[in-house]
Protein backbone atom coordinates (compact mmCIF):
# COMPACT_ATOMS: atom_id res chain seq x y z
CA UNK A 1 0.00 0.00 0.00
CA UNK A 2 1.17 3.27 -0.81
CA UNK A 3 -0.35 6.94 -0.80
CA UNK A 4 0.43 9.59 -2.92
CA UNK A 5 -1.08 13.07 -3.07
CA UNK A 6 -1.65 15.75 -5.65
CA UNK A 7 -4.49 18.24 -6.56
CA UNK A 8 -8.41 17.28 -5.24
CA UNK A 9 -9.74 18.62 -9.17
CA UNK A 10 -12.91 16.79 -8.45
CA UNK A 11 -14.12 15.77 -5.11
CA UNK A 12 -15.88 12.10 -4.71
CA UNK A 13 -14.17 8.60 -4.94
CA UNK A 14 -13.80 5.69 -6.72
CA UNK A 15 -11.72 2.32 -6.75
CA UNK A 16 -10.88 0.05 -9.70
CA UNK A 17 -8.19 -1.44 -12.24
CA UNK A 18 -5.92 1.32 -13.48
CA UNK A 19 -6.44 2.22 -17.52
CA UNK A 20 -3.28 3.90 -18.21
CA UNK A 21 -3.17 6.49 -21.36
CA UNK A 22 -0.10 7.12 -23.27
CA UNK A 23 -1.09 8.53 -26.92
CA UNK A 24 1.01 9.06 -29.40
CA UNK A 25 3.71 12.18 -28.97
CA UNK A 26 4.84 13.97 -32.46
CA UNK A 27 8.44 14.84 -32.94
CA UNK A 28 8.40 17.47 -36.05
CA UNK A 29 11.39 17.92 -37.88
CA UNK A 30 11.84 21.41 -39.91
CA UNK A 31 11.87 20.52 -43.76
CA UNK A 32 13.10 23.59 -45.63
CA UNK A 33 12.56 24.30 -49.59
CA UNK A 34 9.28 22.15 -49.98
CA UNK A 35 6.85 23.17 -52.43
CA UNK A 36 4.85 25.71 -50.99
CA UNK A 37 1.51 24.78 -52.93
CA UNK A 38 1.32 21.70 -51.91
CA UNK A 39 1.77 22.50 -48.38
CA UNK A 40 -0.84 25.00 -48.27
CA UNK A 41 -3.54 22.39 -50.20
CA UNK A 42 -2.43 20.12 -47.16
CA UNK A 43 -2.55 22.60 -44.42
CA UNK A 44 -5.92 23.90 -46.14
CA UNK A 45 -7.19 19.77 -46.33
CA UNK A 46 -6.12 19.17 -42.39
CA UNK A 47 -7.85 22.67 -40.92
CA UNK A 48 -10.97 21.84 -42.91
CA UNK A 49 -10.79 18.02 -41.87
CA UNK A 50 -10.27 19.12 -38.21
CA UNK A 51 -13.48 21.56 -38.24
CA UNK A 52 -15.80 18.43 -39.57
CA UNK A 53 -14.51 16.16 -36.84
CA UNK A 54 -15.60 18.79 -34.14
CA UNK A 55 -18.27 19.31 -35.63
CA UNK A 56 -19.42 15.93 -35.79
CA UNK A 57 -18.25 15.53 -32.00
CA UNK A 58 -20.78 18.72 -31.12
CA UNK A 59 -23.74 17.14 -32.86
CA UNK A 60 -23.22 13.50 -31.34
CA UNK A 61 -22.87 15.37 -27.49
CA UNK A 62 -25.48 18.69 -28.41
CA UNK A 63 -27.93 16.49 -26.22
CA UNK A 64 -25.54 15.08 -23.72
CA UNK A 65 -23.08 17.15 -21.72
CA UNK A 66 -23.33 20.80 -22.64
CA UNK A 67 -20.01 21.83 -21.19
CA UNK A 68 -18.39 19.43 -24.08
CA UNK A 69 -20.31 20.90 -26.85
CA UNK A 70 -19.46 24.64 -25.42
CA UNK A 71 -15.52 23.22 -25.53
CA UNK A 72 -16.42 21.70 -29.17
CA UNK A 73 -17.37 25.37 -30.09
CA UNK A 74 -14.75 26.90 -28.75
CA UNK A 75 -12.11 24.71 -30.08
CA UNK A 76 -13.42 25.59 -33.50
CA UNK A 77 -13.33 29.25 -33.20
CA UNK A 78 -9.59 28.61 -32.50
CA UNK A 79 -9.01 26.95 -35.70
CA UNK A 80 -10.84 29.06 -37.71
CA UNK A 81 -8.46 32.05 -36.05
CA UNK A 82 -7.24 34.06 -38.88
CA UNK A 83 -4.42 34.93 -36.86
CA UNK A 84 -3.52 31.43 -36.43
CA UNK A 85 -3.91 30.25 -39.89
CA UNK A 86 -2.12 33.79 -40.78
CA UNK A 87 1.19 32.21 -38.65
CA UNK A 88 1.32 28.82 -40.04
CA UNK A 89 0.89 29.94 -43.78
CA UNK A 90 3.56 32.91 -43.32
CA UNK A 91 5.77 30.11 -42.36
CA UNK A 92 4.65 27.39 -45.03
CA UNK A 93 5.91 30.34 -47.26
CA UNK A 94 8.87 31.00 -45.86
CA UNK A 95 9.62 27.10 -47.55
CA UNK A 96 8.61 25.06 -44.29
CA UNK A 97 6.77 22.12 -44.35
CA UNK A 98 2.98 21.71 -43.01
CA UNK A 99 3.54 20.27 -40.22
CA UNK A 100 6.54 22.08 -38.52
CA UNK A 101 4.72 25.69 -39.35
CA UNK A 102 1.56 24.16 -37.58
CA UNK A 103 3.71 22.82 -34.47
CA UNK A 104 5.75 26.01 -34.32
CA UNK A 105 2.76 28.49 -34.41
CA UNK A 106 1.05 26.40 -31.41
CA UNK A 107 3.70 26.80 -29.68
CA UNK A 108 4.19 30.15 -29.77
CA UNK A 109 0.74 30.67 -28.67
CA UNK A 110 0.95 27.67 -26.19
CA UNK A 111 3.59 30.15 -24.51
CA UNK A 112 1.78 33.23 -24.64
CA UNK A 113 -1.17 31.61 -22.53
CA UNK A 114 1.36 29.83 -20.60
CA UNK A 115 3.42 33.18 -19.70
CA UNK A 116 -0.30 34.71 -18.49
CA UNK A 117 -0.88 35.37 -14.51
CA UNK A 118 -4.39 34.45 -14.75
CA UNK A 119 -4.65 30.42 -14.15
CA UNK A 120 -7.96 29.97 -16.13
CA UNK A 121 -5.86 31.52 -19.24
CA UNK A 122 -2.95 29.54 -18.69
CA UNK A 123 -4.89 26.31 -18.82
CA UNK A 124 -6.08 27.51 -22.07
CA UNK A 125 -2.92 26.34 -22.94
CA UNK A 126 -4.11 22.71 -23.01
CA UNK A 127 -7.10 24.08 -25.37
CA UNK A 128 -4.34 25.22 -28.37
CA UNK A 129 -1.75 21.69 -27.55
CA UNK A 130 -5.05 19.52 -28.10
CA UNK A 131 -5.40 21.94 -31.40
CA UNK A 132 -2.76 21.20 -32.45
CA UNK A 133 -2.67 17.81 -32.69
CA UNK A 134 -5.77 17.45 -34.15
CA UNK A 135 -4.49 19.18 -37.63
CA UNK A 136 -1.66 17.47 -37.28
CA UNK A 137 -3.24 14.47 -36.54
CA UNK A 138 -5.21 15.36 -39.77
CA UNK A 139 -2.20 16.19 -41.63
CA UNK A 140 0.05 12.78 -41.23
CA UNK A 141 -3.33 10.65 -41.32
CA UNK A 142 -3.25 9.29 -37.99
CA UNK A 143 -7.16 9.84 -35.90
CA UNK A 144 -6.61 6.91 -33.50
CA UNK A 145 -7.59 7.57 -30.18
CA UNK A 146 -7.47 4.50 -27.32
CA UNK A 147 -9.71 5.93 -25.44
CA UNK A 148 -12.81 5.29 -27.18
CA UNK A 149 -12.14 1.48 -26.87
CA UNK A 150 -12.49 1.28 -23.32
CA UNK A 151 -14.88 -1.37 -22.22
CA UNK A 152 -14.88 -2.20 -18.64
CA UNK A 153 -15.07 0.15 -15.66
CA UNK A 154 -11.12 1.82 -14.87
CA UNK A 155 -9.81 4.68 -13.13
CA UNK A 156 -8.30 6.50 -15.81
CA UNK A 157 -4.39 7.61 -15.37
CA UNK A 158 -2.49 10.03 -17.69
CA UNK A 159 0.48 12.93 -18.16
CA UNK A 160 -3.06 15.26 -18.97
CA UNK A 161 -6.02 14.38 -21.00
CA UNK A 162 -7.09 16.94 -23.94
CA UNK A 163 -10.15 18.17 -24.08
CA UNK A 164 -11.05 15.82 -27.25
CA UNK A 165 -9.96 13.25 -24.85
CA UNK A 166 -12.30 13.60 -22.51
CA UNK A 167 -15.04 14.15 -25.51
CA UNK A 168 -14.60 10.98 -26.59
CA UNK A 169 -14.03 8.61 -23.01
CA UNK A 170 -16.78 6.68 -22.00
CA UNK A 171 -18.04 8.83 -18.70
CA UNK A 172 -20.04 5.57 -17.19
CA UNK A 173 -16.65 3.31 -17.55
CA UNK A 174 -14.46 5.97 -16.11
CA UNK A 175 -14.65 5.70 -12.26
CA UNK A 176 -12.14 8.18 -11.59
CA UNK A 177 -9.10 10.25 -13.55
CA UNK A 178 -5.42 10.76 -12.37
CA UNK A 179 -3.21 13.34 -14.18
CA UNK A 180 0.18 14.59 -13.84
CA UNK A 181 -0.90 18.23 -14.50
CA UNK A 182 -3.55 20.38 -14.30
CA UNK A 183 -5.13 22.10 -11.88
CA UNK A 184 -8.43 22.85 -10.77
CA UNK A 185 -9.55 25.20 -13.99
CA UNK A 186 -8.30 22.50 -15.88
CA UNK A 187 -10.58 20.93 -18.57
CA UNK A 188 -9.94 17.29 -16.99
CA UNK A 189 -11.02 19.10 -13.34
CA UNK A 190 -14.10 20.92 -15.42
CA UNK A 191 -14.96 17.62 -17.23
CA UNK A 192 -14.85 15.73 -14.44
CA UNK A 193 -16.88 17.83 -11.99
CA UNK A 194 -19.96 18.20 -14.54
CA UNK A 195 -19.95 14.67 -15.13
CA UNK A 196 -19.17 13.63 -11.22
CA UNK A 197 -16.19 11.89 -11.69
CA UNK A 198 -13.50 11.81 -8.58
CA UNK A 199 -10.35 13.63 -9.91
CA UNK A 200 -7.02 14.16 -8.38
CA UNK A 201 -4.19 16.07 -10.50
CA UNK A 202 -0.87 17.68 -10.22
CA UNK A 203 0.69 13.86 -9.26
CA UNK A 204 4.12 13.78 -10.64
CA UNK A 205 5.50 10.59 -12.76
CA UNK A 206 2.35 8.67 -11.92
CA UNK A 207 2.15 7.19 -15.37
CA UNK A 208 5.79 5.96 -14.79
CA UNK A 209 5.18 4.00 -11.80
CA UNK A 210 1.65 2.40 -11.97
CA UNK A 211 0.72 -0.61 -14.49
CA UNK A 212 -2.41 -1.37 -16.36
CA UNK A 213 -5.04 -3.57 -14.03
CA UNK A 214 -3.31 -2.03 -10.99
CA UNK A 215 -6.17 -1.67 -8.19
CA UNK A 216 -5.73 1.94 -6.96
CA UNK A 217 -8.46 4.59 -4.92
CA UNK A 218 -8.97 7.47 -5.62
CA UNK A 219 -10.28 9.99 -3.16
CA UNK A 220 -10.78 13.33 -4.91
CA UNK A 221 -12.29 14.81 -1.99
CA UNK A 222 -8.95 15.47 -0.37
CA UNK A 223 -6.90 14.91 -3.35
CA UNK A 224 -4.80 11.57 -2.66
CA UNK A 225 -4.77 8.05 -4.54
CA UNK A 226 -4.02 4.61 -3.00
CA UNK A 227 -1.88 2.25 -5.09
CA UNK A 228 -2.18 -1.26 -3.82
CA UNK A 229 -5.25 -0.71 -1.73
CA UNK A 230 -5.72 -3.34 1.77
CA UNK A 231 -9.05 -5.21 2.08
CA UNK A 232 -10.12 -2.88 5.13
CA UNK A 233 -9.38 0.73 2.82
CA UNK A 234 -11.16 -0.61 -0.13
CA UNK A 235 -14.06 -1.28 2.59
CA UNK A 236 -13.92 2.02 3.96
CA UNK A 237 -14.30 3.83 0.53
CA UNK A 238 -17.30 1.50 -0.42
CA UNK A 239 -19.09 2.93 2.36
CA UNK A 240 -17.63 6.49 1.65
CA UNK A 241 -19.24 6.29 -1.80
CA UNK A 242 -22.37 4.99 -1.16
CA UNK A 243 -22.20 8.04 1.38
CA UNK A 244 -21.39 10.68 -1.36
CA UNK A 245 -24.21 9.23 -3.21
CA UNK A 246 -26.35 10.05 -0.68
CA UNK A 247 -24.96 13.92 -0.34
CA UNK A 248 -25.75 14.05 -4.35
CA UNK A 249 -29.31 13.67 -3.84
CA UNK A 250 -29.68 16.19 -0.32
CA UNK A 251 -27.78 18.90 -2.11
CA UNK A 252 -29.93 18.88 -5.41
CA UNK A 253 -32.57 19.14 -2.81
CA UNK A 254 -31.20 22.35 -1.96
CA UNK A 255 -32.07 23.97 -5.45
CA UNK A 256 -34.80 27.37 -4.48
CA UNK A 257 -33.58 27.15 -0.80
CA UNK A 258 -31.79 30.31 0.83
CA UNK A 259 -28.23 30.18 1.64
CA UNK A 260 -27.99 31.16 5.14
CA UNK A 261 -27.33 29.54 8.60
CA UNK A 262 -28.73 27.59 11.00
CA UNK A 263 -29.44 31.02 13.35
CA UNK A 264 -30.40 32.79 10.23
CA UNK A 265 -27.53 35.05 8.73
CA UNK A 266 -28.08 35.04 5.30
CA UNK A 267 -25.69 35.45 2.43
CA UNK A 268 -25.38 36.18 -1.28
CA UNK A 269 -23.98 33.07 -3.22
CA UNK A 270 -22.80 34.04 -6.33
CA UNK A 271 -20.80 32.61 -9.48
CA UNK A 272 -18.12 33.41 -11.59
CA UNK A 273 -18.27 33.66 -14.99
CA UNK A 274 -16.79 34.30 -18.13
CA UNK A 275 -19.41 33.88 -21.42
CA UNK A 276 -22.83 33.86 -21.95
CA UNK A 277 -22.02 29.77 -22.17
CA UNK A 278 -21.13 29.77 -18.70
CA UNK A 279 -24.90 30.94 -17.57
CA UNK A 280 -26.56 27.76 -17.94
CA UNK A 281 -23.89 26.22 -15.43
CA UNK A 282 -24.78 28.92 -12.89
CA UNK A 283 -29.08 28.43 -13.49
CA UNK A 284 -28.96 25.00 -13.07
CA UNK A 285 -26.64 24.61 -9.65
CA UNK A 286 -29.34 27.59 -8.52
CA UNK A 287 -26.24 30.48 -8.76
CA UNK A 288 -28.35 33.63 -6.94
CA UNK A 289 -26.68 36.14 -9.32
CA UNK A 290 -22.78 37.20 -11.10
CA UNK A 291 -20.16 38.21 -8.83
CA UNK A 292 -17.65 38.08 -11.34
CA UNK A 293 -17.70 38.34 -15.01
CA UNK A 294 -14.46 38.10 -16.38
CA UNK A 295 -15.09 40.32 -19.90
CA UNK A 296 -11.45 39.75 -20.98
CA UNK A 297 -12.60 36.37 -23.48
CA UNK A 298 -14.74 38.85 -25.55
CA UNK A 299 -11.30 40.28 -26.20
CA UNK A 300 -9.80 37.04 -27.25
CA UNK A 301 -9.19 35.39 -30.30
CA UNK A 302 -10.14 38.01 -32.67
CA UNK A 303 -7.94 40.67 -34.49
CA UNK A 304 -9.97 44.00 -33.03
CA UNK A 305 -11.66 44.73 -30.32
CA UNK A 306 -15.14 43.91 -29.73
CA UNK A 307 -17.54 46.90 -31.19
CA UNK A 308 -19.85 48.51 -28.45
CA UNK A 309 -23.04 46.91 -30.13
CA UNK A 310 -21.16 43.72 -29.64
CA UNK A 311 -20.39 44.00 -26.17
CA UNK A 312 -23.87 45.49 -25.59
CA UNK A 313 -25.53 42.18 -26.89
CA UNK A 314 -23.39 39.91 -24.73
CA UNK A 315 -24.14 42.06 -21.47
CA UNK A 316 -27.68 42.44 -22.20
CA UNK A 317 -28.04 38.53 -23.02
CA UNK A 318 -26.73 38.09 -20.16
CA UNK A 319 -28.48 40.61 -17.85
CA UNK A 320 -31.43 38.98 -19.63
CA UNK A 321 -31.08 35.17 -18.93
CA UNK A 322 -30.49 35.85 -15.55
CA UNK A 323 -33.77 37.50 -14.93
CA UNK A 324 -33.79 40.53 -12.41
CA UNK A 325 -30.51 38.81 -10.96
CA UNK A 326 -27.41 41.07 -10.21
CA UNK A 327 -24.56 40.88 -12.57
CA UNK A 328 -21.20 42.43 -11.90
CA UNK A 329 -19.20 43.23 -14.95
CA UNK A 330 -15.91 43.61 -14.19
CA UNK A 331 -14.08 46.12 -17.00
CA UNK A 332 -11.37 44.53 -19.04
CA UNK A 333 -8.30 43.17 -17.01
CA UNK A 334 -5.63 42.31 -19.51
CA UNK A 335 -1.71 42.70 -18.60
CA UNK A 336 1.66 43.38 -20.16
CA UNK A 337 1.89 39.47 -20.11
CA UNK A 338 -0.90 38.72 -22.10
CA UNK A 339 -0.43 39.84 -25.46
CA UNK A 340 -3.46 40.17 -27.10
CA UNK A 341 -2.39 40.95 -31.24
CA UNK A 342 -4.13 44.24 -31.43
CA UNK A 343 -3.77 45.58 -27.50
CA UNK A 344 -0.44 47.57 -27.61
CA UNK A 345 0.93 46.62 -24.32
CA UNK A 346 5.21 46.24 -24.10
CA UNK A 347 7.34 43.88 -22.94
CA UNK A 348 7.98 44.30 -19.13
CA UNK A 349 10.26 42.93 -17.07
CA UNK A 350 7.49 42.47 -14.33
CA UNK A 351 3.91 42.78 -15.84
CA UNK A 352 2.49 41.22 -12.80
CA UNK A 353 3.29 44.92 -11.22
CA UNK A 354 3.37 46.56 -14.61
CA UNK A 355 0.79 47.96 -17.12
CA UNK A 356 -2.18 46.05 -16.74
CA UNK A 357 -5.98 46.10 -15.70
CA UNK A 358 -7.53 49.51 -14.97
CA UNK A 359 -3.81 51.18 -15.19
CA UNK A 360 -3.63 50.12 -18.64
CA UNK A 361 -7.27 51.05 -19.47
CA UNK A 362 -7.00 54.35 -18.03
CA UNK A 363 -4.43 55.10 -21.10
CA UNK A 364 -6.70 53.69 -23.64
CA UNK A 365 -9.67 55.61 -23.41
CA UNK A 366 -11.27 54.92 -26.65
CA UNK A 367 -11.04 51.47 -25.29
CA UNK A 368 -12.61 51.88 -22.05
CA UNK A 369 -14.89 54.13 -22.92
CA UNK A 370 -16.52 51.76 -25.27
CA UNK A 371 -17.20 49.15 -22.60
CA UNK A 372 -18.62 51.33 -20.28
CA UNK A 373 -21.21 52.51 -22.98
CA UNK A 374 -21.82 48.87 -23.45
CA UNK A 375 -22.04 48.27 -19.86
CA UNK A 376 -24.37 51.46 -19.42
CA UNK A 377 -26.32 50.48 -22.27
CA UNK A 378 -26.97 47.25 -20.78
CA UNK A 379 -28.18 48.27 -17.81
CA UNK A 380 -31.37 49.73 -18.99
CA UNK A 381 -33.68 46.94 -18.90
CA UNK A 382 -31.50 44.73 -16.48
CA UNK A 383 -29.66 44.01 -13.07
CA UNK A 384 -25.97 45.08 -14.06
CA UNK A 385 -23.58 46.39 -12.01
CA UNK A 386 -19.47 47.59 -13.43
CA UNK A 387 -16.80 46.77 -11.50
CA UNK A 388 -13.20 47.78 -11.76
CA UNK A 389 -9.97 46.12 -11.47
CA UNK A 390 -7.12 46.31 -9.66
CA UNK A 391 -7.30 49.62 -8.03
CA UNK A 392 -4.99 50.57 -5.81
CA UNK A 393 -4.72 55.05 -5.02
CA UNK A 394 -8.08 56.91 -4.35
CA UNK A 395 -6.68 59.45 -8.03
CA UNK A 396 -7.32 56.04 -9.81
CA UNK A 397 -10.41 55.63 -8.91
CA UNK A 398 -11.95 59.05 -9.27
CA UNK A 399 -10.43 58.70 -13.14
CA UNK A 400 -11.67 55.86 -13.48
CA UNK A 401 -15.25 56.92 -12.61
CA UNK A 402 -15.07 60.36 -14.61
CA UNK A 403 -14.58 57.78 -17.61
CA UNK A 404 -18.26 56.37 -16.60
CA UNK A 405 -19.43 59.61 -16.24
CA UNK A 406 -17.95 60.60 -19.77
CA UNK A 407 -19.90 57.48 -21.02
CA UNK A 408 -23.31 58.16 -19.68
CA UNK A 409 -23.02 61.99 -21.14
CA UNK A 410 -22.13 60.61 -24.50
CA UNK A 411 -25.07 58.34 -24.18
CA UNK A 412 -27.39 60.99 -23.23
CA UNK A 413 -26.19 63.05 -26.37
CA UNK A 414 -27.27 59.83 -28.18
CA UNK A 415 -30.81 59.68 -26.07
CA UNK A 416 -29.83 55.90 -25.57
CA UNK A 417 -30.84 54.95 -21.91
CA UNK A 418 -29.57 53.74 -19.15
CA UNK A 419 -29.60 53.27 -15.06
CA UNK A 420 -28.58 56.56 -14.56
CA UNK A 421 -28.22 54.67 -10.56
CA UNK A 422 -25.55 51.80 -11.70
CA UNK A 423 -24.09 50.50 -8.73
CA UNK A 424 -19.92 51.13 -9.29
CA UNK A 425 -17.53 48.77 -7.57
CA UNK A 426 -13.86 48.39 -7.39
CA UNK A 427 -12.02 44.78 -6.79
CA UNK A 428 -9.39 44.65 -3.47
CA UNK A 429 -6.52 43.17 -4.56
CA UNK A 430 -3.62 44.51 -3.39
CA UNK A 431 -1.88 45.74 -0.04
CA UNK A 432 -2.40 48.96 -1.04
CA UNK A 433 -5.87 48.68 -1.71
CA UNK A 434 -6.22 47.05 1.60
CA UNK A 435 -4.69 49.97 3.86
CA UNK A 436 -6.77 52.73 1.23
CA UNK A 437 -9.95 51.03 2.01
CA UNK A 438 -11.28 53.34 3.94
CA UNK A 439 -11.48 56.53 1.58
CA UNK A 440 -12.53 54.29 -1.38
CA UNK A 441 -14.87 53.23 0.48
CA UNK A 442 -16.56 56.65 0.66
CA UNK A 443 -17.04 56.93 -3.54
CA UNK A 444 -17.94 53.20 -4.47
CA UNK A 445 -21.25 51.14 -3.79
CA UNK A 446 -19.51 48.05 -3.23
CA UNK A 447 -15.73 46.03 -2.89
CA UNK A 448 -15.31 42.64 -4.33
CA UNK A 449 -11.87 40.71 -2.54
CA UNK A 450 -10.35 39.11 -5.18
CA UNK A 451 -8.82 36.86 -2.88
CA UNK A 452 -5.98 35.08 -5.26
CA UNK A 453 -4.36 37.98 -6.51
CA UNK A 454 -4.15 39.35 -2.73
CA UNK A 455 -2.59 36.40 -1.71
CA UNK A 456 0.17 36.66 -4.39
CA UNK A 457 0.62 40.92 -3.20
CA UNK A 458 0.35 40.59 0.25
CA UNK A 459 2.95 37.69 0.41
CA UNK A 460 5.05 38.60 -2.52
CA UNK A 461 4.67 35.13 -4.35
CA UNK A 462 4.44 33.41 -7.84
CA UNK A 463 1.56 31.60 -7.18
CA UNK A 464 2.68 28.96 -10.20
CA UNK A 465 6.01 28.89 -9.04
CA UNK A 466 6.40 25.27 -7.20
CA UNK A 467 9.43 26.01 -5.52
CA UNK A 468 7.86 28.46 -3.54
CA UNK A 469 4.19 27.92 -3.41
CA UNK A 470 3.80 26.97 0.48
CA UNK A 471 3.81 30.56 1.18
CA UNK A 472 0.80 31.19 -1.20
CA UNK A 473 -1.86 30.33 0.94
CA UNK A 474 -4.97 32.14 2.20
CA UNK A 475 -4.30 31.21 5.99
CA UNK A 476 -1.56 33.83 6.52
CA UNK A 477 -2.84 35.76 8.92
CA UNK A 478 -1.90 38.70 7.13
CA UNK A 479 -4.73 37.62 4.83
CA UNK A 480 -6.96 37.49 7.32
CA UNK A 481 -6.02 40.90 9.03
CA UNK A 482 -6.21 42.65 5.37
CA UNK A 483 -9.80 40.92 5.16
CA UNK A 484 -10.80 42.24 8.64
CA UNK A 485 -9.72 45.22 7.62
CA UNK A 486 -11.69 45.21 4.29
CA UNK A 487 -14.94 44.37 5.84
CA UNK A 488 -14.66 46.90 8.51
CA UNK A 489 -13.96 49.60 6.66
CA UNK A 490 -16.55 48.82 3.93
CA UNK A 491 -19.46 48.09 6.66
CA UNK A 492 -18.45 51.58 8.68
CA UNK A 493 -19.54 53.00 5.04
CA UNK A 494 -22.58 50.82 4.28
CA UNK A 495 -21.69 49.19 1.63
CA UNK A 496 -21.19 45.61 0.94
CA UNK A 497 -18.13 43.21 0.09
CA UNK A 498 -17.42 40.07 -1.28
CA UNK A 499 -14.66 37.43 -1.93
CA UNK A 500 -14.12 35.57 -5.03
CA UNK A 501 -10.75 33.49 -5.56
CA UNK A 502 -10.40 29.90 -4.48
CA UNK A 503 -10.57 30.80 -0.59
CA UNK A 504 -14.49 31.57 -1.34
CA UNK A 505 -15.12 28.27 -1.56
CA UNK A 506 -12.64 27.04 0.94
CA UNK A 507 -14.61 25.30 3.40
CA UNK A 508 -12.27 25.45 6.33
CA UNK A 509 -12.92 29.28 6.19
CA UNK A 510 -16.09 29.41 5.32
CA UNK A 511 -17.01 29.86 9.08
CA UNK A 512 -14.33 33.21 9.36
CA UNK A 513 -16.47 35.21 6.52
CA UNK A 514 -19.65 34.24 8.20
CA UNK A 515 -18.59 35.65 11.35
CA UNK A 516 -16.69 38.57 9.62
CA UNK A 517 -20.16 39.62 7.97
CA UNK A 518 -19.32 39.04 4.24
CA UNK A 519 -22.28 39.78 2.47
CA UNK A 520 -21.66 37.95 -0.74
CA UNK A 521 -19.37 34.97 -1.86
CA UNK A 522 -18.50 34.06 -5.53
CA UNK A 523 -17.58 30.78 -6.57
CA UNK A 524 -17.92 28.62 -9.17
CA UNK A 525 -20.90 26.80 -10.17
CA UNK A 526 -20.50 23.58 -9.30
CA UNK A 527 -19.70 24.38 -5.97
CA UNK A 528 -22.94 26.29 -4.92
CA UNK A 529 -25.55 23.38 -3.27
CA UNK A 530 -22.30 22.07 -1.59
CA UNK A 531 -21.45 25.37 -0.10
CA UNK A 532 -24.90 26.22 0.20
CA UNK A 533 -25.34 22.97 2.23
CA UNK A 534 -22.75 23.56 4.61
CA UNK A 535 -23.45 26.99 5.74
CA UNK A 536 -26.67 25.80 6.36
CA UNK A 537 -25.12 23.84 8.92
CA UNK A 538 -23.92 26.40 10.81
CA UNK A 539 -23.98 29.08 12.50
CA UNK A 540 -22.37 32.27 12.88
CA UNK A 541 -19.85 33.12 15.75
CA UNK A 542 -19.00 37.02 15.77
CA UNK A 543 -16.06 36.34 17.50
CA UNK A 544 -14.22 33.75 15.67
CA UNK A 545 -12.68 36.76 13.65
CA UNK A 546 -11.12 38.79 16.32
CA UNK A 547 -9.94 35.25 18.23
CA UNK A 548 -8.34 34.39 14.02
CA UNK A 549 -6.32 37.66 14.28
CA UNK A 550 -4.17 36.48 17.68
CA UNK A 551 -2.69 33.75 16.10
CA UNK A 552 0.36 33.41 14.19
CA UNK A 553 0.59 31.19 11.48
CA UNK A 554 -0.84 29.46 8.96
CA UNK A 555 -0.86 26.03 11.10
CA UNK A 556 -2.33 27.72 13.96
CA UNK A 557 -5.57 29.33 12.00
CA UNK A 558 -5.87 25.89 10.41
CA UNK A 559 -5.80 24.45 13.44
CA UNK A 560 -8.04 26.62 15.02
CA UNK A 561 -10.84 26.53 12.08
CA UNK A 562 -10.57 22.65 12.00
Given at each position: ?17 V ?15 V ?57 I??G ?6 V ?7 I?I ?15 L?DI ?21 N ?21 M ?26 G ?18 T ?19 I ?6 L??E ?24 V ?18 T ?9 P ?10 N ?70 M ?13 M????K ?18 G ?45 L ?8 I ?22 A ?7 P ?51
Amino acid sequence: MKELFGINASSGYGIGPVYCYKPNEYNIDQRNNVDTSYEKLKIEKAIKNSIEQLQNLKLKHIDNIEDKADIITAHISMIEDPDLKESIINKIELGNNAEWAVDETVKEYIDIFKNMDNEYFKERALDLQDIGKRILDNLMGNTENSLTEINDNIILVARELTPSDTLTMDKNKVMGIVTETGGKTSHTAIIARTLGIPAVTGIEKITDIIDDNQEIIIDGTIGKIILEPKKQQIEEYNKLIDERKAELVQEKSLIGCSTQTEDGYKIKLYCNIASVDDIQEVLTNDGEGIGLFRTEFLYMNRIKPPSEDEQYKVYNKIGNMLEGKEVIIRTLDVGGDKEISYINIEKELNPFLGNRAIRYCLQEQKLLLTQLKAILRASADTNIKVMFPMITSYNELIQAMSFLEKAKKELETRNIRYNKGIKIGIMIETPAAVFNSNHLAKEVDFFSIGSNDLIQYTCAVDRMNTKISYLYTPYNPAIIKSIKMVVDNAHREGIEVSICGEAASDETLLPLWISLGIDELSVVSKDVLSIRKYIRQISRDKTLINKAIELKNKDEIIKFLS
